[in-house]
Structures are given as structure tokens and as C-alpha cells.
């Protein structure tokens, strides 16, 4: 399709990422800084070319039977373009790619392989993270990423209402849902996305790449130099003295000293509060993550019942 020489003239020498055919003569062209949109002339309408900037905070979408308005707000205004809904999907692909890369969220070669809507649930998937935002807009600055570099494993939990697609994110599960009927084609997209970035074909590839990449940086900052070397013995030599919070020292009386000094005997400084402290962070992450796990089947419940009295509520409308 020919470029309309007045959005030739509007686009200057931008380099064009994307162009979108939105019916007749009228395109949406994307370029990496802004989207303009060409409207031809018409009956009761002149040529224009609408331009919007992506260096905004949030993107919204409207949704007609007919006609869908896409709109952005920024510090410098809000501005908003209607496209046909049937070329919506067309045109979210390359709009947000443009956006989420002059906002910094991706880099300036990594593409946007499929963008995902599920009510108030947006994905999108590139070829080095998916990015998940859950609220009324399509996107803002408090979207997640889960950048690809950081999974070591990717797990599926099906269910009759949603399925949770589980990223293992820096030794940490991420879960996503997603409707059931639409979860196999994201599962594909993001499987393959991941596959590709860490060039495996297999899950089981990807889990023995990442733990021996694990275990490859662990050898690498286990060695020391001569510098540290001294540094340890000087410390060995010198006298070991730890001082105990006063707190402490009025509420256990000579007990806080006791610990010091047996710690020091034993050649380390970590007092049985600070080990105490540990223990009860990791129980705080395990109650954390089972908390977790009783929402997600909780609100599992609530959906299905949902779905019941629904039902019911559709079968005494007819009489039954």
C-alpha cells in the first residue's frame, strides 16, 4: 500500500516499525517514537493524520461493537484514535510494542511476539520477558515483567474455570491465570518465547541449562583473591568483640554475653538472635506461599460458584 504523501510529510525520515491497514484507504503506521493515523478524505471529512506519542503512563481500551477507542494518558496530555475492533489486535501488537519500548520496559530489538486480554488481565509476551498487568487499563508503569534471563522453570496447574501458568522467577513462583479455553494458545507462545531466549527445546533442557548456569556463577564468585586472603587472616588475628543491643542487655542480664562469648570461642560472630531472625523469615515465606496457593483455590471456588448461580439464575428466567 502506498504511503498518502501528506503522511509521508508527517512522518518525515521516522523509521516505520508497523503499518495497519484499518479499511479504505486509511492506515495506522507506527514508528518506534509514535503512532499516526491516516484518515483519508471523505464526504464530510478532509485528510488528517492523527499523532500519538508513546512516552505515556497508561493505555486504555474502549470496546464497540464497531468501533474501539485506544487511549493514553502522559504528563504531557492524553490523547486517544479509534480504530475498527476487527483490526484491534492488528494494531495492539505493534502500538504497545512502541510503548513499552520508549518507556524502557523492553529494549530497542526485542519484539512483541502476541498480546493477551482476559478481563481485567493483560499479557504480553516478547522474545526476551512477558510483561502482566491486571486492572481496567491495558497497561501502566505498575505492569509486572518477568524478564526471561531470571525463569528457571515453567510449570502448568490446570483447572476447570482458570489455569495458572507458573513462572519460576529468581528461585520464586509467579502465576499467572488465564481462562482455560485461551491457556493452551498462551502456553504455547510464552513456552516457545522462553525455549527460543534460552536455546533449548525441551523443559527439561531449560531446567538442566539454568541450574548448571547456577551452579557456573556460584563457582565463579567462590574464589578469592590474594587481597581477600589477608583480609580474612587479619581479621582471624584480631581480637573478635560484639557488642549486643542495649535492649538486650537489660532484658537477658548476662545472657547476651554469654552467647557472645561462646560464638567467639567457636570462631563465629552470629549470635542465636540472628540465626533466630533467619528461621523466622523462612517460616514467614512458607506461610507466605501457602497463603498463596489457599487464595488462588478460594477464588477458584467463587468462580465456579459464579458459573452456578448463573445458571440458576438463566434456568428460572426460562421457566425451568
Known amino acids: 500500500m502506498d504511503t498518502p504523501s501528506l503522511l509521508s510529510t508527517e512522518l518525515g525520515d521516522d523509521a516505520v516499525d508497523a503499518k495497519v491497514p484499518l479499511g479504505g484507504d486509511d492506515l495506522l503506521v507506527v514508528t518506534p517514537a509514535r503512532t499516526l493515523v491516516y484518515r483519508?478524505?471523505?464526504l464530510l471529512r478532509d485528510e488528517t493524520v492523527e499523532t500519538v506519542t508513546h512516552d505515556v503512563d497508561r493505555v486504555e481500551v474502549t470496546e464497540g461493537r464497531r468501533k474501539t477507542t485506544i487511549a493514553t494518558t502522559a504528563m504531557a496530555g492524553d490523547q486517544e484514535f479509534t480504530v475498527p475492533t476487527k483490526r484491534l489486535d492488528d494494531v495492539l501488537t505493534p502500538f504497545l510494542s512502541g510503548v513499552l519500548r520508549t518507556t524502557g520496559e523492553t529494549s530497542d530489538e526485542e519484539a512483541v511476539l502476541a498480546v493477551y486480554r482476559f478481563s481485567e488481565l493483560t499479557l504480553v509476551?516478547?522474545?526476551?520477558?512477558?510483561?502482566?498487568?491486571?486492572?481496567?487499563?491495558l497497561w501502566d508503569t505498575d505492569a509486572e515483567s518477568f524478564p526471561f534471563e531470571a525463569v528457571t522453570d515453567f510449570s502448568v496447574e490446570e483447572g476447570s474455570v482458570a489455569t495458572q501458568l507458573v513462572?519460576?522467577?529468581?528461585?520464586?513462583?509467579?502465576?499467572i491465570k488465564a481462562p482455560s479455553e485461551r491457556a493452551g494458545a498462551v502456553r504455547q507462545t510464552l513456552q516457545r518465547a522462553l525455549f527460543d531466549y534460552h536455546g533449548v527445546d525441551s523443559l527439561v533442557a531449560l531446567r538442566t541449562k539454568t541450574t548448571a548456569d547456577d551452579e557456573?556463577?556460584?563457582?565463579?564468585?567462590?574464589?578469592?583473591?590474594?587481597?581477600d586472603d589477608t583480609a580474612a587472616t587479619d581479621e582471624e588475628e584480631a581480637p573478635t568483640r560484639t557488642v549486643e543491643p542495649l535492649l538486650g542487655d537489660v532484658t537477658d542480664g548476662g545472657a547476651s554475653e554469654?552467647?557472645?562469648?561462646?560464638?567467639?570461642?567457636n570462631g563465629t560472630t552470629t549470635t542465636i538472635d540472628e540465626r533466630?531472625?533467619?528461621i523466622h523469615s523462612d517460616e514467614?515465606?512458607?506461610r507466605l506461599d501457602a497463603l498463596e496457593a489457599t487464595v488462588d483455590h478460594q477464588t477458584d471456588l467463587i468462580e465456579r460458584q459464579q458459573e452456578t448461580i448463573e445458571t440458576l439464575i438463566e434456568e428460572l428466567r426460562q421457566g425451568r
Open 216 to 227: 557456573e556463577a556460584d563457582g565463579d564468585t567462590g574464589g578469592t583473591d590474594d587481597t
Open 276 to 278: 533466630t531472625a533467619t
Open 125 to 137: 509476551v516478547t522474545e526476551g520477558r512477558v510483561v502482566k498487568h491486571v486492572g481496567t487499563a
Open 40 to 42: 483519508s478524505e471523505g
Open 167 to 175: 513462572l519460576t522467577v529468581d528461585g520464586r513462583p509467579q502465576r
Open 258 to 265: 554469654e552467647r557472645t562469648e561462646h560464638a567467639a570461642a
Open 284 to 286: 514467614v515465606l512458607d
